[in-house]
């Protein structure tokens, strides 16, 4: 047994880190202050190729497998989860989609572009009726020539307004609902000029309690065309692609949170240190420290459980229940954490002037998106009692 | 034009404590990062790359300093040699350099950082010039290189234009690191497809005397700690003192 990261992903980590610190960091106020992403800091990170951790060479990416994905968010989720946020939905989901599901024409002309930041990607599942119930999605594709025509809404897609790629989810079968009814396609939704391709219409910036340096709308599509060579998978089985999609996306999301619990309690313990009441430091307060012993545990937990997971995704083991984990733990030792840290640092953790505070708004999404932490106990026990052979999902 | 380029690990000084009552420096997380004046060294070399120079990065030390070595490779070099060698002084590791230099025999320029973050004694590259009996450019801002020669900024007094034939050896300041990082494409192929060349010392000319430390490092140690002075909250208090010590009537 091995726990030490191999020499050339402790490498990506210094790259990660100097790029976090050094680029990232001084953008994170202005971005969560004027919610407008921070453009020059993307464009950098796309430079040095963050944009394409995971996918193999051949189509443009670094070849980092799983667990440099890992590293990233985790390195990004200790500076600003809205960052991770935008890589999240590009990486994660977005383009995972596309290379799960894609065939060898589809991953060379789209995962290049993609790898190398030059084109920005989201993924398009939810929609108003249809969140957890992501099956009760009505957004339609109807098969017209060689082409499909899509019209309906989703909502909440993070990269929305800024991707000029998507992975969406459609229903090309109603009869069939969406398993084997809904059909997954790969889309352009801006020109290379950037104006919105025919059919498509980004709604309105959402306003939102936190994640303001992440850019998510509502987008809909009217007389949309498709070609038909664009679909992921096989036509009616989209939903698995988008299914498999989020089971990797879960471990990285928890990566992030990672990063967010490691600078909840890096803060705490600086502050702890520094600040004097009743003549001493915190530091020597039994009831501070009580509360930073539970925060280290909960963290190291978390990254035995998340790169373990990704070790299992990497060497092609079965990996749904604990990537399921992952996100459920992860979200909430996070915003356990960062409520902690705030707690120790008293008003100055509630000032807009301290950057705890974001990062207390930003921690509470980790618990709803993605699939919310209800959603996750229900796979995760779905998973459990299979392995005795019961199914609790028609 | 050949640049040679001469790169240094650091302990990552956030992973590092100073407790001055114990006396002891605590590393907490062993990390080593490349200096940053080696960035800056990297950055100079990468500018006269553009314009067709070949970079080779050099490094003296225990087997750590390959990742020092493909992270050069990652910002640009295009080849790396390793120095196996438990070092010595700087005396010793300029003498390695110089008969590496020596060994490829057509390096024009060698560009070295000025001053580390964690010994910052600045020894290397003065010593480089003397055993290669080259001139000398120390503390350059920017450089600039054709086959006339090097011009250089350097801090002195201000900054001045310097400028001197090739060979040269050039040391580059840290603050003139202007942040470029390494490139993760390339930073993959450094670990995946590209090898660090692995030299001996046997392999370079070198006779005994060459690789005998002048000076010894010893344990850590630190200086009696400066008393401070005590502060006065007004003139009048000032006058009051002073006449107290008996300084003024």
């Known amino acids: 047994m091995d726990f030490e990261l191999s020499r050339e992903h402790q490498a990506l980590r210094r790259l990660i880190r100097e790029f976090a610190e050094e680029e990232l960091r001084p953008a994170t106020r202005c971005a969560d202050r004027s919610a407008q992403p921070p453009l020059d800091v993307v464009k ?73 930041g030059k084109k920005i990607a989201a993924f398009a599942l939810t929609e108003p009726q249809a969140g957890s119930d992501a099956a009760s999605i009505k957004l339609r ?254 | 034009m050949k640049v040679l380029v001469c790169v240094k690990q650091v302990l990552d000084p956030t992973g590092l404590t100073v407790n001055r009552k114990a006396e002891k420096v605590f590393i907490n997380r062993e990390d080593f990062i490349l200096d940053t004046a080696s960035k800056a060294a990297l950055e100079a070399a990468n500018d006269l790359k553009r314009a067709g120079a070949a970079v080779i990065a050099i490094s003296v030390g225990p087997e750590r300093v390959e990742d020092g070595l493909r992270e050069a490779l990652a910002r640009g070099a295009d080849r790396a040699i390793w120095i196996r060698s438990e070092g010595g002084d700087a005396l010793v590791i300029a003498n390695l350099i110089a008969a590496a230099a020596r060994k490829l025999s057509d390096i024009d320029l060698i560009i070295a950082g000025h001053q580390s973050l964690d010994s910052g004694a600045g020894e290397l590259a003065p010593r480089l010039a003397e055993a290669l009996d080259w001139p000398q450019i120390l503390g350059a801002a920017q450089i600039d290189a054709g086959e006339q020669g090097v011009t250089a900024i350097v801090q002195a007094d201000g900054f001045v234009q310097v400028e001197a034939a090739l060979p040269v050896v050039v040391s580059m300041l840290g603050a003139a690191y202007r942040g470029s990082l390494a490139n993760g494409w390339r930073l993959m192929d450094a670990y995946k497809q590209w090898d660090v060349e692995a030299w001996s010392t046997s392999e370079l000319d070198l006779n005994e005397d060459d690789l005998r430390p002048l000076t010894i490092k010893k344990e850590d140690a630190f200086p009696p700690e400066r008393q401070l002075g005590m502060s006065v909250r007004d003139v009048k208090e000032l006058v009051v003192m002073l006449k107290r010590e008996k300084v003024i009537a």
């Not at chain 1, 994905?69 to 383009?95: K, N, P």
Request: charged fraction near 20%.
């Open chain 1, 141 to 394: 594709a109807t098969k017209e020539g060689d082409s499909y025509i899509l019209d309906g809404e989703k909502m909440w897609i993070t990269n929305g307004p800024m991707a000029s790629t998507m992975s969406i989810l459609a229903v090309t079968d109603p009869a069939l609902g969406a398993r084997g009814g809904a059909t997954a396609f790969v889309i352009e939704t801006r020109n290379g000029d950037g104006a919105p391709t025919e059919g498509f219409t980004p709604g309105k910036h959402e306003h939102k309690m936190g994640l303001h340096g992440s850019p998510t709308a509502a987008i809909s599509f009217d007389n949309f065309r498709v070609p038909a060579e664009n679909v992921l998978g096989q036509v009616g089985l989209g939903f698995v692609v988008f299914m498999q999609t989020l089971d990797i996306g879960r471990v990285t999301l928890g990566a992030a949170t990672l990063g967010g619990a490691e600078a909840s309690l890096q803060q705490t313990l600086e502050w702890a240190a520094l600040r004097e009441q009743f003549g001493k430091p915190l530091a020597l307060t039994q009831s501070i420290q009580f509360m930073v012993a539970d925060m280290a545990a909960e963290t190291e937990a978390l990254r035995s459980l998340v790169y373990r997971t990704a070790w299992l995704v990497d060497n092609q083991k079965p990996f749904i229940k604990e990537a399921g984990m992952c996100k459920l733990l992860g979200s909430e030792i996070a915003s356990r954490c960062v409520d902690r840290a705030v707690q120790v640092m008293g008003a100055l953790g509630y000032s807009r002037d301290v950057h705890m505070e974001r990062g207390f708004r930003d921690a509470r999404i980790a618990e709803i998106f993605e699939g919310t932490n209800e959603i996750q106990r229900i796979l995760i026990a779905e998973q459990l009692f299979r392995e005795v052979g019961v199914r609790i999902r028609p």
């Open chain 1, 44 to 116: 950098k990170a796309a430079e040095i190729g963050l944009f394409g951790v995971p996918f193999p060479r051949e189509y443009g990416g670094l070849g980092a497998g799983e667990t440099g994905y890992c590293i990233l968010m985790e390195e990004i989720g200790r500076v600003d989860t809205s960052f991770a946020t935008i890589i999240g939905a590009h990486i994660g989901i977005g383009t995972m989609a596309i290379y799960l599901g894609g065939n060898k024409q589809i991953r060379e002309k789209y995962l290049p572009d993609l790898c190398s």
